[in-house]
């Protein structure tokens, strides 16, 4: 396995694979790797002739508040993850190669990035689109794979990249739990013992949405009053939403079906974790 630092030598690689015939799978990352990341890159590994894992820490999607400084690196630890699942290449590049001086253009996605974690992060998805182009052009991949716990990210990713003809097929892969249930994320290695333990309200809240849902209830008022319930009585716990939500276009439901997406984001103390589910899909 390589690793590459370099935005030209990963062009270099990527244009030589390509002219060799090879395909490659992209799996973008910012690093701390857990085995939510490692199953994209054990699909990705079956579907390319090379995997190219990215680690890139973007800072552009970041708010001046949030935990870009403090956000976990361990860069030994992800080639020993990114190893075993199978990867060719680790591209590591410099914030200063990605951001040159003066660098001044930005992938700007309307509509579906305004709801959700667009209207609490400010700016995010910018920083997301941005450096998901980037890579897409750095990496030039055949095929690339996102988490669906990021939702709303994998949506907005769908869009850049028909609404700008993009040569590449995205793959959206299931969320990876913890045995207990709590959605796998680099950021649960903030979470005190307390805090963990009080964060599986989460994933408590969209099993009882579910469970109302498959006998029966459709109004999304009263699944909201259920998931708003078991989340209010966690101590500590602080939410930032608790939408429904069509799955496809993002837009706000009063009705549940079976596409209806239920996303929450919720604060453990000084931590922001995210969740979701699709009503009608098995979990």
């Known amino acids: 396995m390589r690793i590459i630092d370099s935005v030209a030598d990963m062009q270099a690689f990527s244009r030589n694979a390509r002219r060799s015939g090879k395909t490659i799978a992209l799996v973008p990352t910012m690093g701390y790797l857990h085995d939510g990341h490692a199953s994209l890159m054990r699909e990705g590994r079956t579907r390319a002739d090379i995997l190219v894992v990215s680690i890139f820490v973007n800072p552009t999607q970041f708010g001046p508040s949030e935990d870009f400084t403090t956000y976990p690196r361990d860069l030994e630890r992800d080639r020993q993850v990114a190893a075993a699942a199978g990867a060719d290449v680790i591209f590591a590049p410099r914030a200063d190669d990605m951001y040159p001086a003066g660098f001044q253009t930005y992938v700007d996605v309307e509509k579906v990035t305004l709801p959700l974690c667009g209207a609490s992060r400010p700016g995010h998805f910018r920083g997301v689109t941005t450096v998901v182009a980037k890579l897409f052009n750095i990496v030039m991949p055949h095929t690339a794979f996102f988490g669906k716990k990021d939702f709303q990210q994998l949506a907005v990713i769908r869009r850049m990249v028909a609404d700008l003809n993009m040569d590449l097929s995205i793959v959206g892969m299931p969320i990876i739990r913890e045995p207990d249930g709590l959605a796998m994320s680099s950021r649960n290695a903030y979470l005190g013992p307390q805090e963990r ?87």
Not at 220 to 237: D, F, M, Q, S, Y
């Open 197 to 283: 333990t009080n964060a599986l309200c989460l994933n408590r809240s969209l099993a009882a949405a579910r469970n109302l849902f498959t006998h029966g209830e459709r109004s999304v008022a009263r699944l909201r009053e259920k998931v708003l319930r078991i989340i209010t009585e966690v101590p500590g716990a602080a939410i930032d939403y608790a939408d429904f939500r069509d799955s496809e276009t993002l837009e706000p439901v009063e009705t549940a079906n079976e596409k209806t997406l239920l996303a929450l984001a919720v604060k453990m103390g000084t931590t922001r974790l995210i969740d979701n589910c699709v009503l009608g899909e098995e979990q």
